[in-house]
């Protein structure tokens, strides 16, 4: 839509009045690897591994499972559970750290998958806020009539930035893709997007810069109790501001979906949020691990095919990680 | 100011709230880690629930020499001064 403006100035756009999730879809790498099997490369334990995060298994892409096969095939079933074609996408945007080719972006390779047409395409970087990411930037150009329908897409194969030998990190990661559809909706159904970064920060988890002719891989490196205060700290602060600038109290909530990052950094953000019991809270990671971009929507798909949450509920959604970064909102499932 | 058995029972109540650990077990000869069964996370969220708690700062480097209960007591009790 655009509106017209008086002679000798220029016309600008102007989109839909609110904007909501019309679909979601999930895929998990196919392969298993559950606590034994992840003890064969580091000196740990099923137990130690479970109390520290809560993880039982994880998920991984097999050889034949890409960032671009699991991003199509989560976008797929995002469009088709939202009733629309490929071609009605008038932008997508891909959230990965594990696309391993500076250009084209991934947004564009599953735009050609999809053949969704000529939609604006790019990725962003912002590994496991991403998702919140592109929902805010999404709810954004929906409403300011850059596009009526975009694919937000959060992938990752992070079992290939693992590295198998630091048996600090190597139980956490996981690989999946997680979709949404964002378009135009008569009722608000996505709150303010709370977000930011801590740049001072950015050593606390990073991969070295990859070099050419640098024969290190660039695994992920990470200072895990650093992110676990910040998390169960500053990042629940901004969970309640999540809530706040939508204008909802605790009780007014149906669900919790932070990024699966760590289940004890869950437990500790329950407790500073003080949520009612009533708050359906997702444990995804117990047989998914982390997957960075991709946990949230795979944790919302899973919850919505569970029936332990419903269309129409209104869910708290907060992504924290490398950068540091974070974003959140409040979101009506879709 | 807070006497040492005030400090050490507000710090018994941080210890239950976040690992659970039974209050009338948070004395000052118990160590964190061997006796009272917390885990680094959980120490994590204990320093951090202390700093709120008693309005004092702990800093990394201290954070870890906070082996026993006593320990973090009298840290507590020095920063307050």
């Keep these: 839509m655009t509106a017209t403006a008086p002679a000798g100035m220029l016309t600008t756009s102007q989109g839909a009045q609110y904007a909501r999730l019309l679909g979601v879809g999930g895929y998990r790498g196919s392969r298993v690897v559950d606590n034994d099997e992840m003890c064969t490369w580091i000196d740990s334990s099923d ?216 289940n004890r950094i869950t437990d500790s953000m329950l407790r500073h949020l003080k949520l009612p019991e009533s708050v359906t809270v997702s444990r995804d990671i117990t047989h998914m691990g982390n997957s960075s971009a991709a946990s949230i929507p795979l944790a919302m798909e899973a919850l919505l095919e569970s029936g332990e949450a419903t269309s129409g509920q209104t869910a708290l959604v907060i992504g924290f990680g490398a950068g540091l970064v974070f974003a959140g909102q409040v979101l009506v499932l879709p | 100011m807070a006497s040492t058995d005030e400090i050490r029972a507000d710090l018994a109540e941080i210890v239950n709230d976040v690992a659970g650990v039974a209050v009338e077990d948070v004395q000052l000869d118990k160590s964190f880690t061997d006796d009272l069964d917390v885990d680094s996370l959980s120490m994590v969220e204990i320093i951090y629930a202390c700093e709120e708690k008693f309005g004092v700062s702990i800093p990394d480097e201290d954070a870890k020499n906070l082996k026993t209960v006593g320990d973090a007591v009298a840290f507590i009790e020095r920063a307050q001064a």
């Design chain 1, 47 to 262: 137990e130690w591994i479970r109390q520290r995060t809560g993880i039982v298994e994880r998920r991984w892409a097999t050889e034949d499972e890409t960032p671009l096969s699991m991003a199509a095939a989560a976008a797929r079933k995002a469009l088709d559970r939202a009733g629309l074609a490929a071609d009605q996408v008038d932008a997508v945007i891909c959230s990965t750290v594990s696309h391993f080719q500076q250009t084209p972006s991934l947004a564009v390779l599953v735009a050609d998958e999809l053949d969704c047409g000529t939609p604006a395409a790019f990725d962003i970087s912002a590994a496991c806020a991403g998702f919140s990411y592109g929902v805010g930037m999404a709810e954004s150009l929906v409403r300011s009539g850059a596009a009526i329908n975009v694919l937000v897409i959060g992938v990752e194969t992070l079992s290939r930035l693992t590295d198998l030998s630091d048996r600090s990190t190597a139980f956490l990661f996981s690989d999946g893709a997680g979709a949404v559809v964002v378009g135009p909706s008569d009722t608000p159904a996505i709150g303010p997007v709370v977000w930011g970064s801590e740049p001072g920060d950015h050593e606390v988890i990073q991969t070295r810069p990859w070099e050419v002719g640098n024969p290190e891989f660039p695994y992920i490196e990470m200072e895990g109790q650093k992110v676990f205060r910040w998390a169960t700290t500053a990042i629940a602060d901004k969970a309640r501001e999540c809530l706040r600038v939508a204008g909802l109290e605790p009780e007014q909530l149906d669900v919790f979906i932070p990024h699966q990052a760590n």
